[in-house]
């Protein structure tokens, strides 16, 4: 492990104009934190705590010209995270450090990190730090960050940045659904076009993020999103069309507006009971029957008469 003056000697070689140097001293800084982590055992752990200028010295590594460089401060801050992010006020140390970092090599209209490996990384952080994070509050104080990241990495030209980008907004919508109405529209276009994307996870969770994003956001975006969901049930792939079912019955169970667009939702919902896969139809035939138990129960008084007195056919 590292000494105190080995460590900020480290810390001094991080700013080192050859990226040999800077490389190594991030090797030497990694390799102290992760024979930490393989500790376990806190009550044994004599490991010196980093001094607390030392993540704002990594997030500077952001930007090296040289991606293994880039890799490795992400690999820093990773274990950092999974070491010493064990209280509220830890994490929204980090977090107010690390969301400008992320937001200038994420979240601007051209790609700033090139690599796609290391954009995976960083999104990856992301949604371990929204995970940890119990604060909905707080954690809304960053919602400008948030989604400045997010409307560009749900379209990242890597599936694999899509797909966890868009998982990453089902949890931050249910997170912040106190104030996340408040900006969940600039989400709706970019989800919209990744419901398109040719990889099928990728649809799925493109189309379970919108779901969320209109559950605890805003629900006038049921209106731009009707229409392009009604198309996924043309998706050969039966996992998205099953996720179009849940999606459109979560709505019609949860939304807060729900009324207002029932007569949208429901040609969706009824849609499944014409699908070839029989979990479509039985998962379509449940929340049909939930949506209609929970209708009867808001509006039991106007329809009393119906309830006791019902109009049965005559055979």
């Known amino acids: 492990m590292l000494t105190e003056s080995e460590m900020n000697r480290n810390i001094i070689l991080l700013t080192d104009p050859n990226k040999i140097t800077r490389q190594k001293a991030l090797q030497n800084l990694c390799n ?6 393989s500790l376990n055992d806190n009550n044994n752990d004599n490991h010196l705590h980093p001094p607390s200028n030392i993540i704002e010295s990594i997030i500077k590594i952001f930007s090296d010209p040289a991606e293994k460089n880039r890799d490795l401060s992400l690999t820093y801050i990773s274990m950092y995270i999974t070491k010493y992010c064990t209280n509220e006020n830890t994490i929204e140390k980090i977090l107010s450090s690390l969301m400008p970092a992320f937001v200038q090599r994420l979240g601007t209209n051209d790609i700033i990190e090139p690599s796609e490996e290391i954009r995976l990384k960083s999104i990856s ?14 954690l809304a104080l960053y919602l400008n960050e948030w989604i400045s990241i ?4 749900i379209i990242d030209p890597y ?3 899509r797909k ?8 931050l919508s ?5 104030k996340f109405h408040l900006i969940s529209e600039n989400l709706i276009k ?3 076009e990744t419901m398109k994307h040719q990889h099928a996870k990728v649809r799925v969770e493109a189309i379970n993020a919108l779901g969320n994003v209109i559950r605890y956001g805003n629900n006038k975006s049921v ?3 009707i229409s392009p969901l009604a198309q996924r049930f043309f998706d050969h792939t039966s996992t998205v069309r099953l996720a179009v079912i849940n999606v459109v019955g979560i709505w019609m169970l949860e939304l807060r507006d729900r009324y207002s667009y029932f007569h949208m939702m429901l040609p969706l919902l009824l849609t499944g009971y014409t699908d070839e896969i029989e979990e479509i139809r039985e998962t379509t035939d449940s929340l049909w029957w939930d949506v209609g138990l929970k209708y009867e129960k808001e509006n039991e008084e106007d329809l009393k008469d119906q309830i006791n007195f019902p109009n049965i056919p005559k055979k």
């Open 32 to 37: 102290d934190l992760k024979s930490s982590l």
């Open 125 to 138: 952080i992301l949604s371990e730090l929204c995970r940890l994070y119990s604060n909905g509050n707080k």
């Open 150 to 153: 997010l409307k560009r990495t």
């Open 159 to 161: 599936p694999e940045v």
């Open 164 to 171: 966890l980008s868009c998982e990453l907004t089902s949890k």
């Open 174 to 178: 249910f997170k912040c659904h106190e």
């Open 190 to 192: 970019p989800i919209i």
């Open 223 to 225: 209106e731009d999103s």
